[in-house]
């Protein structure tokens, strides 16, 4: 049970990142970014992105051991 909360949290966490980087109000938009900071966030993004999904099936599956 921890660990679906964990889980949740985390997933949560990774989906307010990836809102923040896309909706934030501070953030430049793409066509100001340089090459390299819109290869940084397109990592980040992505990688929030994944962090999320794995957070959100850790939390769907290993609550299911029973």
């Known amino acids: ?5 964990i889980a ?7 989906l307010g990142l990836v809102l923040y980087l896309m909706l934030g109000k501070n953030q430049k ?4 970014m340089t090459e ?6 397109k ?6 992105i994944i ?3 794995s ?3 850790a939390a769907i ?3 299911k051991k029973k």
């Not at 049970?1 to 909360?5: A, D, G, K, P, W």
């Not at 949740?8 to 990774?14: F, G, R």
């Not at 938009?29 to 100001?32: D, I, R």
């Open 55 to 57: 957070g959100l099936f």
């Open 29 to 32: 938009s793409w066509y100001e």
């Open 61 to 63: 599956f290993l609550g």
């Open 1 to 5: 049970m921890i660990i679906r909360i």
């Open 36 to 41: 390299e900071e819109q290869k940084r966030k």
């Open 51 to 53: 962090v999320f999904l």
């Open 8 to 14: 949740i949290v985390v997933a949560l966490a990774a």
């Open 43 to 48: 990592t980040l993004v992505t990688g929030g």
